[in-house]
């Protein structure tokens, strides 16, 4: 497998230049600040780093014995990213080391590891742990570890703890990660509650607010007064944003469909502002529909986009042509082809004048994405499946059109007015998909091929088409293609499905050498159509994946790329060489889940899985805890958040600059 050529990385220092403006401009200039090389200089820590990115425990073992706190303190951290559980017993010892850095680092990893076995041990030390910090790092492991027995006592926090603000801190987030698991109860949904209160520190409001917005199966009606309180009050937008998504899960509350609507209207913050569209209920559609209406013409795109998909998910007796209206009045395509979408799903008598619309505005814009946006409008309306098919298939175009074709007339099929007599024509569609040898469309095709509401396994009863396809994959660049296609061939041959596989470190090792050159707080400027956004790389963190950023950089790899993927309020995600989000690089890179949380401008890299990593990186809008310890974070933006906010599919990387 060829693999990109690594030139070692070079800083030299820029002269000022004495221009026009004079020779005073030079002089009175401060020199630049000399680079403050990385911790990487230490061999001891580069072994460290080393077993840690080849996943070898018994390496990494001894280290936490070693008389140095600095290098028990790495070692716990790595197995963060290992994850091993054969280390729990070993990292369980270390929540009493004298060193209470390594006590943080080893309460860190057991969370990672979330081994059951820990709990214990973990919940032993809450009581004796002398450093707050730790106390919070115990609490929040615990909610990663804890059983369902053991939920109630990290519901209720022991009385030596009741004023201990670390500790509200550390419970929140502990019952944060708990509700993820799927673990709750009355008394943890309460305690949660009061948790919002505003005397409490921001990271227990945050975290509590995150837990009623993100645990599944909630019923708040009973909180819902408390919970309109603080979506209108808190100092945090943050807070606001994620108390109004919960506001969801109120919804047979009188109150809360004012409160949504004026959310949506008066919040100062665009992300709060799309948390109480999309909080909104299709039940609700009468006392909202109004502030919708008026939310499609928001300042912010994204909010105008959310607009448009609670039309889609939840308009009630509204005259697709009236949709198609609105429609036609909106500047933004993605939010126009959001409610073109909305008036085909409501049909009505203008059904084909609201299809010949849209194919007509497909067949007049250039951009690939919104092309893609209209197909996907058009997967709304089973009349228009030749239209759909056709456009899929044409040959030398972007494939982003193939891409969201393909996706459409999935979406098509699953309709219920799906002709039953087209049905083995789609089927002989999605073989055409997978002949093609296109990844994206292998792994679509793949995918709907299982999909029980498809009902498609009695007719590919024969998987050899399957089986070619993907033998003639290359791994690990195609493996979400490769994935998708041994899912389906094990679902139709109905035999469990093995463990996919995973490059291994030595096929893509660490360049010691490289990383080294790489200072302590680089920066990148990214260059869009929209501004500059400016990261510092975390490459004492992340430094296989800051090592493969800057390679990428230096390469020109990132230059004319695309965002290809921005979700309002979530992320926005670039650097996909095919500009669909199905494209990787020739190597897979090893997730490094080092101490950081995903707040507002982390960036960071996409996967298919534990350690797939590979060029495709994105950047939070706001706080987005959910995905801590699961996606490596490598930099954080420190200039530019209101480009990303500004962000739209289709919009350029014009190129990325490295700079001090």
């Known amino acids: 497998m060829s693999q990109p050529v690594r030139s070692r990385f070079a800083f030299a220092l820029v002269a000022a230049g004495c221009l026009s403006s004079g020779l005073s401009s030079c002089v009175t200039r401060p020199p630049a600040a000399a680079p403050v090389a990385n911790k990487f200089t230490d061999s001891v820590l580069r072994q460290i780093a080393t077993a840690q990115d080849e996943r070898a425990t018994a390496a990494l073992l001894p280290f936490l014995e070693r008389p140095e706190g600095q290098y028990r303190r790495e070692a716990a951290l790595a197995f963060a990213s290992v994850q091993d559980k054969k280390a729990t017993a070993a990292l369980s010892a270390h929540l009493t080391d004298a060193d209470p850095t390594v006590r943080r680092a080893a309460a860190y990893a057991l969370g990672q590891t979330a081994d059951s076995t820990a709990e214990a041990a973990l919940r032993q030390r809450l009581t004796t742990e002398p450093d707050a910090a730790n106390r919070r790092y115990v609490l929040e492991a615990l909610g990663k570890c804890t059983s369902r027995g053991g939920l109630s006592a990290l519901a209720k926090l022991p009385p030596s703890l009741a004023a201990d603000t670390a500790a509200l801190v550390g419970q929140a987030w502990g019952l944060y990660r708990a509700g993820l698991r799927g673990l709750t109860s009355e008394a943890a949904v309460a305690r949660t509650v009061q948790l919002l209160g505003k005397s409490n520190p921001y990271g227990a409001r945050l975290a509590a607010a995150n837990t009623l917005a993100r645990t599944r199966g909630l019923n708040l009606t009973s909180y819902a007064p408390t919970l309109i309180g603080v979506a209108q009050n808190d100092p945090s937008y943050a807070v606001r944003s994620s108390v109004a998504a919960s506001l969801g899960k109120a919804s047979q509350a009188a109150a809360v469909p004012a409160a949504l609507a004026a959310l949506t209207r008066r919040d100062p913050d665009y992300r709060v502002r799309l948390s109480a569209l999309r909080a909104m209920t299709a039940g609700q559609y009468a006392p909202v529909k109004e502030a919708a209406w008026d939310a499609l013409a928001d300042a912010n795109e994204q909010v105008a986009l959310t607009a448009a998909e609670f039309f889609l998910a939840s308009a009630k007796g509204e005259p697709g042509a009236s949709l198609l209206e609105k429609a036609n009045k909106l500047s933004a395509w993605r939010v126009r082809a959001t409610l073109l979408a909305a008036a085909l799903r409501q049909g009505g008598a203008q059904q084909e004048a609201i299809r010949t619309a849209v194919q007509e505005r497909y067949s007049a814009t250039a951009d690939p994405y919104e092309k893609g946006y209209l197909l996907k409008a058009l997967g709304e309306d089973p009349a228009a499946y030749e239209f759909v098919s056709q456009a899929t298939f044409v040959a030398g175009q ?13 979406a098509m099929r699953s309709h219920p007015a799906f002709p039953e007599p087209q049905q083995p024509a789609f089927a002989l569609l999605l073989q055409r998909a997978i002949g093609t040898g296109d990844v994206a469309l292998l792994g679509i095709a793949a995918e709907a091929m299982r999909n029980p509401k498809l009902d498609l396994r009695r007719l590919f009863a024969n998987t050899v088409f399957l089986r ?10 195609d493996l979400e293609a490769w994935q998708s296609l041994q899912q389906t061939i094990d679902f139709l041959e109905s035999i469990p499905t093995a463990p996919f596989p995973v490059a291994k470190a030595a096929s893509h090792p660490i360049d010691w050498p490289f990383v080294q050159g790489i200072p302590v707080g680089q920066r990148a400027i990214i260059h869009t159509g929209k501004g500059d956004v400016t990261f510092r790389l975390l490459v004492e963190e992340a430094p296989g994946s800051v090592a493969s950023f800057v390679t990428l950089v230096q390469q020109g790899f990132y230059n004319g790329k695309n965002f290809h993927r921005v979700v309002p309020n979530f992320v926005a995600q670039g650097g996909c060489p095919r500009g669909d989000g199905w494209g990787s690089s020739d190597y897979n890179l090893r997730s490094e889940f080092a101490d950081l949380h995903y707040g507002e401008g982390a960036v960071g890299l996409a996967s298919a899985g534990k350690d797939t990593e590979s060029c495709q990186w994105f950047i939070t809008h706001a706080p987005t805890p959910h995905l801590d310890g699961r996606y490596t974070i490598f930099a954080q933006v420190v200039a530019g958040m209101d480009v990303v906010s500004r962000l739209e599919i ?11």
């Open 398 to 410: 972007p494939v982003v059109v193939g891409t969201y074709g393909l996706e459409a007339l999935v």
């Open 468 to 477: 070619q396809a993907r033998d003639k994959l290359l791994l690990p660049r």
């Open 650 to 660: 289709g919009d350029r990387i014009n190129s990325i600059e490295l700079a001090r």
